[in-house]
C-alpha cells in the first residue's frame, strides 16, 4: 500500500514537472505567435534567374577599370526583386577559377538550398551549374554571398542583394538599395592579393582603405523635393562595422536584418556591422529644395563621407501618406531572461591552424576549405517551434558579429541588463568581452550555421552548427 502511495506521489511530482516545464516554454512560445511565420502562402508564381559567376574587369571606385570576380559582371552582382509568396529558382554557374556556393543570407531557406559546403551541398566545380530553389517565408532586404574562402570571394566582389516584397507595398516614390562596403587596394590600384593576413586575423579582419556605395565613391542619390523612399542599407565588408549618421534625413529605422520592427524607430545609435541590414523610411521635405544631404559613417574616429542625397531644385511632388510599415509583432521576452541557457557559445583565438591565429567557439575551430574531412561540430540541438535561450560570450578582445542561419533572434540583454530590442536580427554585433544573451523559437528545421561574420574570422575556424529539430 505504502509502496503504491509513493508510487502514485512520485508520478504526481513527474507531471507537475512536466506541466511546469511546458508552460515555461509556451509563456515564450505563446508570446511569439503571430511573429515571423512558419509558412507563407504561395503566390503561384515562379521567378526564374539565371546568375554566373567569373572574373570580369569593371569601372568601379572612382571609374577606373578593377580586375573583380563578379555575378554577372557587375559589382555589387545583380538585385533580384521577387514579392512574397513567390517562387525563386536561381540557376548558378561557376566560372570562378575556384569552387564555391552561393548562400542566402537571412533567408529561411530549405535547408538543402543554405550554400553551406560539405553541410548542406557539396561545393560547386568550376564550371559546374547548381539550381537553387525556395520561396522565401519573409518579406524584405537579404542578400546573398559565397559561403566558401568567403574572405576571399566576397573581397573581391561577390555578392548580390535579394529584395523580398511585400505583397502589396506602401507606395513609397523610390525603393533604393545602398550597399555598403570597403575595397583594400595596393598603390596601384589593385585588389590586395594577400587573404587571411596575419594582420587581419589578430584585427578585425581585412578593413580596406577605400569604402564604397554600390562600388561608387561618392555615390549620389538624385531625388525630388517631397519625395518618401525607401533606403535599404546593407553592410557587404568581411570586416568593417559602420555607424551610418542620416540626422540630415527626416528617416526612421522600419527593419532591421530583412523582417519589420514593431514601430518606427529613431536612427541614431544603430552599428551595421557585417551583413546586417537596416531599411529606412525617409521624407524628403520640401524645404530642402535644392540641398545636398550627407550620409556620414561615424564608426570610426576619422567621419567617413557615404552618399548624398541630391534634392533637385524643382517645384515639390506630393508626398505619399501611408501608415509606417514597422508595426509587426515583436514578442518583448521580458522574463525570457530569467529562463536556462540552452547554449553558450564562448568566442576566443589561440594560436595554430593554417593561418597562425585560429578563432575558435567554444575552444573548437572548423574550416570549410580546411578541415573538409571532417564533419562539422555540432555546438547546439534546438528545439523546433519552443523557446531557446541562447548566449554569446566574446572572451576576446575584438568585434564578433554573429550571424545564425535559418531562424532569427531577439536580443535580450548585453553584459546582463536587459535591452529591448523592438526588433528580431539574424546578426548581432559584439564589442570587446561583450556577453550578449539572445531568446529564439527557431520554426525551420535543419542543421545551420553559426558563424563570426567578420569573414577572416569565420575563414580561420569561427564556424560552428547548431541542429533544429
Ligand atoms: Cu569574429
Known sequence: MLRAARVVALVAVLVALAIAGSVRRSAEVREFDGAYPEHV?????????TVRAAPAEVRLLDGRPLQVWAYDGRVPGPELHVRLGDRVRVTFTND???PTTIHWHGVRVPNAMDGVPGV??????????????????DAGTFWFHPHLRS??????????????????????????????DDWLLTQTGEIFPEFNTRHDLAHDGRWGNVVTVNGRVGEQLTVHPGERLRLRLLNV???????????????TVIAVDGNYAARPLPPAGFELAPGNRLDLDVTIPPSARGRRLAIVDRFTQQPIPLGEIVVADETPVETPRFPSPAAAHVPAWRDGLGTPVAAEFRLNARAGGPFGIEWTINDAAFRHDHD??????????LPVGEWSHLRFTNESYRLHPMHIHGLFFKVLARNGEPVDEPYFRDTVLLHAHDVVDVGAVP??????????????????GMMTLVDVR
Open 41 to 49: 502562402a504561395e503566390s503561384g508564381v515562379l521567378r526564374a534567374f
Open 96 to 98: 570562378l577559377p575556384q
Open 120 to 137: 548542406t551541398q557539396p561545393p560547386i566545380e568550376p564550371g559546374e551549374t547548381f539550381v537553387y530553389e525556395f520561396t522565401p517565408k
Open 151 to 180: 574572405s576571399e570571394q566576397i573581397e573581391r566582389g561577390l555578392f548580390g542583394v535579394l529584395v523580398v516584397e511585400d505583397v502589396a507595398p506602401p507606395p513609397w516614390s523610390r525603393d533604393v538599395v545602398w550597399v555598403l
Open 237 to 251: 565588408a568581411n570586416g568593417r562595422v559602420f555607424a551610418p549618421d542620416v540626422s540630415a534625413l527626416d528617416a
Open 372 to 381: 573538409a574531412h571532417a564533419p562539422m561540430p555540432i555546438a547546439a540541438r
Open 443 to 460: 520554426l525551420d528545421v535543419g542543421t545551420w550555421m553559426l558563424h563570426c561574420h567578420i569573414l577572416e574570422h569565420a575563414e580561420s
